[in-house]
C-alpha cells in the first residue's frame, strides 16, 4: 500500500509532513529537499519533533548538500501509530518497518541511512537481513549490545514496571536527573523529553529490553561505507559497541565526540560522507 505523501523524488527544499502505511501501522515521516535518498531513524522513546526541540542533531547540512531526506517517527513514538504488544517494537520487527517504507520511497534503488541508537540497531538489522538496500550507512551513539545488553535491558524491563504503576512523567523525571555526560553540557533540552503514549510506553520499553545487535558474524558481512560516531561518558551508549562495530565492519570509520563542539559537527561529518546528491548519482546511489 502506498504512503499519502505529495512529496516525490524531487522534494521541496521545505519539508512536507507525510503518513505511510506499513506492516499495519502508520508512520509519520518528514521528506525535505532533493535528491538521492537518504533516511534518518531516531533513538528509542524520541521522535522527529522531540529530537528537534532538544538540539541534539541537526541534520540540514544532508539537505543542504543536496540529499533528499527523510526522517520518519518510529512505529509507537511520535505520531506514528503502534498496538500495546512488546515484540512490535523490537529491534528486527523495526527493521522490517524501515524497509517496507523505503520500498514505499525509493522502490529497489539503494537509499543512504541514517541512525541513532535505536535508529542505528534498526539500520543494521535491516542493512544485514537486505544488503542491497542501502549504498552508505552512518551510524551514531550505538546503543548497549551483547555483553553489555543485559543490563540495559533491565532498567528498561524496570521502567516499564514504572510507567505501568506510577505513569511516565516518573521515568521522565528519573531520566531527567541521571548525571549529564559532559558532550551533553551545553545542551538546555537534554535529555529529550519522550514522545510515547502512555498507553504504549511500556510496550515500547520492554520491546527494546528483547531486543540486541545482530551477531557479529552478520555485521562483518556489511560491504558498504560505513561511519561511526559515537560521543563519550554515557553508559547507555558505550564506546565498546562503537569500536567494537568498527572492527567488524571493514573500512568503517569511527569519531568520537568528546565535547559539545564536536557533536555540533556531526550533521555537517555526515553530510561530506554520503557526498552531493551529483556525487551520490555518479556513484549509482538513488
Excluded: N
Excluded at 504488544?85 to 517496507?100: G, N, V
Amino acid at each position: 500500500m502506498t504512503g499519502t505523501s505529495t512529496a516525490g523524488p524531487s522534494a521541496p527544499s521545505d519539508p512536507t509532513e507525510s503518513r505511510a502505511h506499513v506492516r499495519g501501522a502508520e508512520l509519520a515521516y518528514t521528506d525535505a529537499g532533493a535528491g538521492p535518498l537518504a533516511v534518518y531513524a531516531h533513538g528509542l522513546t524520541q521522535s522527529r519533533a522531540s529530537e528537534t526541540a532538544s538540539g541534539l542533531f541537526d541534520w540540514a547540512p544532508v539537505v543542504a548538500a543536496g540529499r533528499r531526506l527523510v526522517r520518519y517517527d518510529a512505529r509507537g513514538h511520535g505520531q506514528s501509530t503502534g498496538e500495546a504488544i512488546p515484540a512490535q517494537y523490537a529491534w528486527p520487527q523495526l527493521a522490517d518497518d524501515l524497509l517496507a517504507l523505503l520500498d514505499q520511497l525509493a522502490g529497489a534503488a539503494p537509499v543512504a541511512g541514517i541512525g541513532s541508537s535505536m535508529g542505528t540497531a534498526t539500520l543494521l538489522h535491516a542493512a544485514v537481513r537486505a544488503p542491497g538496500r542501502f549504498d552508505r550507512l552512518v551510524l551514531t551513539a550505538p546503543p548497549t549490545a551483547w555483553a553489555s545488553r543485559e543490563a540495559q535491558a533491565g532498567l528498561y524491563r524496570q521502567g516499564a514496571d514504572l510507567v505501568e504503576t506510577r505513569g511516565p512523567g516518573l521515568f521522565a523525571e528519573l531520566a531527567a536527573s541521571a548525571p549529564v555526560p559532559a558532550v551533553f553540557a551545553d545542551l538546555p533540552g537534554y535529555p529529550p523529553a519522550p514522545d510515547v503514549s502512555e498507553k504504549l510506553f511500556p510496550s515500547v520499553l520492554r520491546g527494546a529490553a528483547d531486543s540486541d545487535l545482530p551477531p557479529e558474524a552478520a555485521l562483518a558481512t556489511i560491504d558498504v561505507p560505513v561511519l561511526i560516531l559515537a560521543w563519550a561518558g554515557d553508559p547507555g551508549h558505550p564506546l565498546s559497541t562503537a569500536e567494537r562495530l568498527a572492527a567488524l565492519i571493514d573500512g568503517a570509520r569511527l569519531q568520537v565526540a568528546e565535547t559539545g563542539a564536536q557533536l555540533a559537527r556531526w550533521g555537517a561529518l555526515t553530510a561530506e560522507f554520503l557526498g552531493s546528491g551529483e556525487q551520490a548519482r555518479g556513484a549509482g546511489g538513488a
